[in-house]
Each structure stands twice: as structure tokens, then as C-alpha cells.
């Protein structure tokens, strides 16, 4: 069948959106926050426990409200008091905001120191951390809980067994056929296949782990949440303080109170500044404890960190070039067991060729030799080198004279040879640049008056002219079957005459009908060279046992099997069905041992099924007068314009035609099963005449009266050829 074809243009676009998909099809991620970022909220985060612990420690210390029985301005003459007690507590209440005003300023300072340390400790935390996930990324282990991470299995590994077991189902269906046109189509697949290979080993793509996000996305996360959570426990620990300190504030300011003086506001003033100073001086001081602890804390853990990351990398570093080499090992292992049916298929079509080059098309020996043409020089006269070589010794007067010396002169040329291969064991020749090309040998098999000679001379005859039904390139090579069969055509096409029977002796093989194809496969031409054998009718009435041409015949590499619908009732000389169906039996039977099918499996070679003597089927055959409106249809809608228009489609439309007149032609035998019972789905049937199908010369015996034409047959080695894997009918 015809394989679809892409235009490079195409190909190199769809390889390159797979690429694309492949290259940015990972998720994206956000970019981390900056160190002045992190920095700000962890920050804001101990603010928030400096504001909760002091808020504590001021509910802590605040007395509780005294019980109010009495107070300044219920005495009998406050006015002593008074003067006494105001200006006491204006400078107790100076010198407390005073002393509060340099204990604030005192924690402010130290905050700010511990803060300025405690930046950098944390800045160089954060980009420790960020080191840290890139050499986490870059070699697989985990810094937190401090162990290696084991080998994953990713996505990139489960896509390179996809990817092999794809290249794998290419080469499978490779080493099944065995076919040029197959190795160059599946040639590319594996291209393109090892190009995705080379994407999934380890770095040729980028890693994946779904626990990969860094430090710093992390840590940004917890600080927001856990400073929410800081922010409202501080202000809860505030409210609960305020609210204390104002109860402890009323009760003070109400035993001090006296009509006309200002110890309640004094009071209430005074307690709030010293109030706002401490505050500010607990919080500040706080914050510095935490920052000065983080720090140092920091530091320590920093270098205990740095420690572990150098360990950790040391040996992931290690660990990370061993599953790289085992990953890239094991690409190249699956690799390799992906392409073994591929390569297999190519030593073995390379193998065959080299094979089908040692042997003899005809008779299929290997005492093939390189025939040579040319001179070979008169030997030169010869003389003794001087006059003591001739000169009788003692004792050996009866002696013989030693055999005379060529003299010295130019080597003899040797001959030339003649481009041609010549047979040692039946003498056949043909061209010696046929040796290195794919060969292809189908015999025709078929009971004796069959037509099959009529049927190779015609369709030969059609290669011959140009005018065969095909869009390849057929072009007939010299064999010494070219002299018998320009007689068929000449008897046949010239002078109307049957040609006769085809005779050979059982131990000599016929010549064959040699042909050199050349395909119009798109992807690039392929090249073979086909073998015709015409082959005797008793070939299939003979045993595999005792007939050596049947032995060679049997294993060839597809058939043309004719059942002759005109020989039914054995009259005229002719055989029975029932003989017909039982020689294809034999043969067959032969066939599944030569080739060790077991009984039952399908012989794999195909088999185009010829109906001959198509045009006869009105006068000697059950179908009588119903084939006319058959072989009408085969003229009208089932022939071209012109002949290299033929497709694959009109000859299975043939085929299927043909099927429908089976039950017709051979009452009472299914021949279709029959047949497929040997060769499975490999089986097709044409429907043909070696001299015309005209509706007003059907059932005319005599070729005198015939217009020839011959009709459907050369569609059967052609379809052999397609069978082959070689693009040889129109798309």
C-alpha cells in the first residue's frame, strides 16, 4: 500500500513545535523574593513578639487597683496636704520620665545595634539558603533533613521507554517485512526518535521535582502567616495590658483627687509618659534580646550548615554522575534493544543482497565467476641461458637435458574482463552490476495449458514497449531468455499462433524473463531486479523429493498461480478441477516443508491468484453468457485512460470483481478459502487474457480472428513487486 508522504518543509516544522513543547512546556515559576524582602518580614515578625512579651511583662507588673475608702480631698483641710504633696510629685514624676526617656533611648540604641548585626547574619543566611537550593537542584538532596535523595523515577524516564518502545514497534514491523522502501521510511522514524532520546538524558532537559520550590519562596510564605499570627496576639497581650493599667491609673488618680487641685491630672499625666517611655524601653529591649539570640543562634547554625551543604554536595556530586551515567547507559541499552529488529532487518537485507550476488538466477548455484575476454600471447621460444647448461657432466651422458628456460621478456596482458557473470553449473550469463541489486525471483505455477507462457510473453512485451500498467521504471535486462521468448511474441502477436507447451528437462531450469525496476517511492527510488520463471505445468505434478527445480521454485519469494477456468471436465486434453485443486494441494504441501511452515500457520510469501483465458469463459466455463456484463465492466470502469494510471485501488476493485464470479467460475468450491487457507491475507486475484477482451470476439478459439490486446497481464508481478514494499502503481 501506498505510505503517505510529507513534505521535508512540513516534517521539519512539526519536529520543531515537538521540540518547542518539549523545551518550554514546564511550568513556570514565580522568581524568588530578594534578601531585602525576607529581611523586612522577619523583621516585622520579631517586632510583633517584642510587642506580645512586653505587653506581658507590663500585665505582669501593674498592681492591681487599690479599694477606694478615702481619698485627698475628703480630709478636713486638703490644702496642707496640698502644698506639700504637689510639688513632690511634680518632681517625682520629672525625674521618672527622665529616667524613662534614657532607658528608652538606651533599648533604642541597643536595638538598633542588634538589629544591624542581626541583618547581616540573616542576609547571609538567605543567601546561603539560596546557594543551597541551586546545588539542591543541581544534585538531588535534601539539606533539611540531611539525606540523599534516592533515584526517582521522572517523567524524562518514563518518556525514553515510550520513546524506545515506540522505535521499538517501528523496528518490529522492520524486521517483519524486511523491505527497502520499510528501512528508508523507518530510518527516519528512528531519527527522529533518537533526536527525543537525546532530549531525556540527563542534561539534555531540565529536572523535575514537584518538592523543589527554594528557600526563599518558602520562607516568605511562613513569615507572612506566622507575622499575622504575631501581630494578633500582640495587640490581644496590648488590649489586655491597657486595660489593666487603666483600672490600676483610676484607682490612684481617685485617692489623690481634691476639689480644686490638680493631683488627678498630675497623676493621670504623669503615669501616662512614664507609661509610653517604659513601653518603648520593654519593647526595644526585647526586640534586641531576640535579634542578638537569632543572631548568634544564626551564626552557629550557618556554619554547622555550611558544613553539612559540603558534605552533602561531595556526595551527591558523586551520586549525581553515577544516575547520569546510569540513565545515559541505560538510554543507550534501550536504544540499542529498540533498533536491534531495525539493524537485524538491515544486516539481513544486506545479507540477502550480498547472498542473492553469489548466486545464479536460473539455477541458483554459487559457481559464479567473472567471465574474461581476451589474448593470450604465444609462448616465447625458449633457450638455455649459456653453453655450460647443456654441457654433459661425468657419469650423466644418459641423462635427460634439463627442460629449457624462457628467456626474459615482457609478461603476457591479462585478459579483460567482459562485465558479464557466467554460470559454471548451467552456463547461464547475465550482467555483473546486477550482482549488488536487490533481487526478486517470482515463478509462474499452474497446471500444463494454462496460458502462462502466453501471459509472461505478452506482459514482457508490454515492459518492452513502455506500455506496461505502471508508474515505476521497468526496463528489460539481457537474459538468455530473451531469444526464446521474442520467439513467443513473434508466434503469438505476429503470426496468431499458440506458442505451445512449455518443455524442459526436471534437472534444468528454465531461462528466466529479467527485468530491472525502479520505483517512484517519493522518500527515494528503489532498485530490483525481477526474475520470471516460466516454469512447466508439470512442475506441480511432481514431488519436491525427486524434482530438484521444484525445491528451488518452492522457496521463492512470490508466486503467480493460475487456475484455468477452462479446464474443469478434462475434455479437449485438458485436466479437472478436482486435479487442479489437487495439484495446488501437493504443491503446497511441498511448499510448507520446504520452508518449515508448520501445518495450520501461513506461509508468508503472497500469491496473486491469475484467472486466465478470460475472454474464453463464454464458451468453457459454467458462467457462460453472465461473465459478458463482468468483462464489461472490467473495459468500462475498471481500465484507465492510460495504462501508468493504474492504481492500487482499481486492482483490488478487479480483485473483489473476480471474487464475485468465484462461485460462478468454480461451482462448488470455495476457492478463496482454499487459497487463503495456505497464505492468509496475501492473496489477490486478477482477472486476465493473452489476447483481448472485446465483447464481439468473446469465445473465439481461433488467434487468426482475434484482435489482440492482451488485458491484465502484467497487474500480477507488479502487485508482487507492491507486496515487496517497491511504489510501482499511480497514487
Known amino acids: 500500500m501506498a505510505e503517505s508522504y510529507r513534505r521535508p518543509r512540513s516534517r521539519a516544522l512539526t519536529l520543531g513545535a515537538v521540540l518547542a513543547v518539549l523545551a518550554l512546556g514546564g511550568p513556570a515559576r514565580a522568581a524568588p523574593p530578594d534578601a531585602e524582602r525576607l529581611t523586612g518580614l522577619r523583621y516585622e515578625w ?53 529616667a524613662a526617656l534614657r532607658m528608652s533611648e538606651s533599648a533604642r540604641a541597643r536595638a538598633d545595634a542588634a538589629r544591624r548585626e542581626w541583618e547581616e547574619v540573616y542576609k547571609q543566611k538567605v543567601a546561603f539558603h539560596r546557594y543551597a537550593d541551586q546545588q539542591q537542584a543541581a544534585y538531588g538532596f535534601d539539606l533539611g533533613a540531611g539525606v540523599h535523595r534516592p533515584f526517582q523515577f521522572t517523567p524524562a524516564d518514563a518518556g525514553l521507554l515510550l520513546c524506545a518502545a515506540v522505535v521499538f514497534a517501528v523496528a518490529r ?100 509618659h512614664v507609661r509610653d517611655r517604659l513601653r518603648s524601653a520593654a519593647r526595644d529591649a526585647r526586640l534586641a534580646v531576640r535579634l542578638t539570640q537569632e543572631a548568634e543562634a544564626g551564626q552557629a547554625q550557618l556554619a554547622t550548615d555550611r558544613g553539612k551543604l559540603e558534605e552533602l554536595r561531595g556526595g551527591a556530586r558523586w551520586r549525581a554522575i553515577g544516575f547520569a551515567a546510569v540513565r545515559c547507559c541505560a538510554a543507550a541499552l534501550l536504544f540499542g534493544l529498540a533498533v536491534l529488529p531495525y539493524r537485524r532487518a538491515l544486516g539481513q537485507e544486506a545479507a540477502r543482497i550480498k547472498a542473492d550476488a553469489k548466486k545464479c538466477p536460473r539455477c541458483f548455484s554459487e559457481k559464479l565467476v567473472v567471465e574474461k575476454a581476451g589474448t593470450i600471447s ?10 655450460a647448461a647443456t654441457r654433459p657432466r661425468y657419469r650423466a651422458a644418459n641423462r635427460k637435458p634439463p627442460p629449457p628456460r624462457r628467456k626474459p621478456g615482457p609478461a603476457a596482458p591479462e585478459p579483460a574482463e567482459s562485465g558479464y557473470v557466467e554460470c559454471k553449473t548451467c552456463g547461464f550469463r547475465f550482467l555483473r552490476s546486477y550482482q549488488q541489486v536487490r533481487r526478486l525471483c ?49 508466434l503469438i502477436l505476429n503470426l496468431k499462433r499458440d506458442a505451445g507447451n512449455t518443455l524442459h528437462d526436471v534437472n534444468t531450469p528454465p531461462d528466466p524473463v529479467m527485468m530491472h525496476v525502479r520505483d517512484v517511492d517519493p522518500a527515494g527510488a528503489n532498485t530490483a531486479l525481477v526474475n520470471l520463471f516460466d516454469y512447466s505445468g508439470e512442475l506441480v505434478n511432481q514431488k519436491i523429493g525427486v524434482d530438484r527445480l521444484k525445491k528451488q521454485a518452492v522457496k521463492m519469494d512470490g508466486f503467480m498461480l493460475f487456475l484455468d477456468p477452462t479446464q474443469l471436465d478434462g475434455r479437449k486434453g485438458g485436466v479437472t478441477l478436482d ?29 496473486a491468484v491469475v484467472i486466465p483465458k478470460f475472454d474464453l469463459l463464454v464458451t468453457r466455463n459454467p458462467i457462460a453468457g453472465q461473465s459478458v456484463q463482468f468483462v464489461r465492466k472490467l473495459l468500462g470502469d475498471l481500465t484507465p485512460a492510460q495504462p501508468k494510471r493504474t492504481t492500487l485501488d482499481l486492482v483490488r476493485e478487479r480483485s473483489d470483481l473476480v471474487e464475485d464470479m468465484l462461485e460462478l467460475m468454480f461451482r462448488g468450491v470455495d476457492v478463496r478459502a482454499v487459497v487463503e487457507s495456505y497464505f492468509g491475507k496475501q492473496v489477490l486475484f486478477f482477472p486476465a487474457s493473452s489476447v483481448s477482451l472485446f465483447e464481439n470476439e468473446l469465445g473465439v478459439e481461433d488467434l ?14 507488479l502487485w508482487l513487486l507492491h507486496m515487496h514494499g517497491y511504489e510501482v502503481f499511480a497514487r
Not at 510473453?457 to 530473451?482: E, F, H, M, N
Not at 487468426?704 to 508481478?717: C, D, M
Open 579 to 607: 486435479r487442479q485443486l489437487a495439484a495446488l494441494n501437493e504443491f503446497m504441501a511441498d511448499m510448507r516443508e520446504a520452508r518449515r511452515v508448520r501445518p495450520g500457520d501461513v506461509i508468508p510469501v503472497p500469491v
Open 173 to 272: 514491523r522492520l524486521r517483519a517485512r524486511v523491505r527497502r522502501v520499510s528501512l528508508r521510511r523507518d530510518r527516519r522514524a528512528t531519527g527522529a526518535a533518537l533526536a527525543c532520546l537525546f532530549l531525556m538524558i540527563p542534561g539534555c532537559s531540565a529536572s523535575y521535582d514537584p518538592d523543589s520550590s527554594a528557600w526563599a519562596v518558602r520562607e516568605e510564605g511562613e513569615l507572612t502567616t506566622a507575622t499575622k499570627d504575631a501581630a494578633a496576639q500582640a495587640d490581644a497581650a496590648e488590649a489586655e495590658a491597657d486595660q489593666k493599667w487603666a483600672a490600676a491609673v483610676e484607682s490612684w488618680a481617685k485617692r489623690v483627687a481634691a476639689s480644686g487641685a490638680p493631683f488627678e491630672k498630675v497623676v493621670r499625666e504623669g503615669e501616662a
Open 704 to 717: 487468426s480472428k482475434r484482435t489482440l490486446a492482451p488485458f491484465g497481464v502484467a497487474e500480477p508481478f
Open 442 to 490: 517470482f515463478p509462474v505455477v499452474g497446471v500444463r495449458n494454462s496460458g502462462k507462457t502466453h501471459l509472461l510473453a505478452t506482459a514482457y512485451d508490454k515492459v518492452r514497449k513502455q506500455v506496461a500498467p505502471t508508474a515505476a521504471t521497468l526496463i528489460p535486462a539481457p537474459s538468455a531468455g530473451d531469444e526464446r521468448f521474442d520467439l513467443y511474441i513473434d
Open 46 to 98: 520579631h517586632r510583633q513578639h517584642a510587642r506580645r512579651e512586653a505587653a506581658g511583662w507590663e500585665v505582669d507588673l501593674i498592681s492591681p487597683p487599690r479599694p477606694r475608702d478615702q481619698s485627698a480631698g475628703q480630709t478636713q483641710d486638703p490644702s496642707a496636704l496640698i502644698n506639700e504633696l504637689l510639688p513632690v510629685l511634680d518632681r517625682d514624676y520629672d525625674a521618672l520620665r527622665d
Open 378 to 387: 604465444m609462448p616465447e621460444r625458449f633457450a638455455p641461458d649459456d653453453e
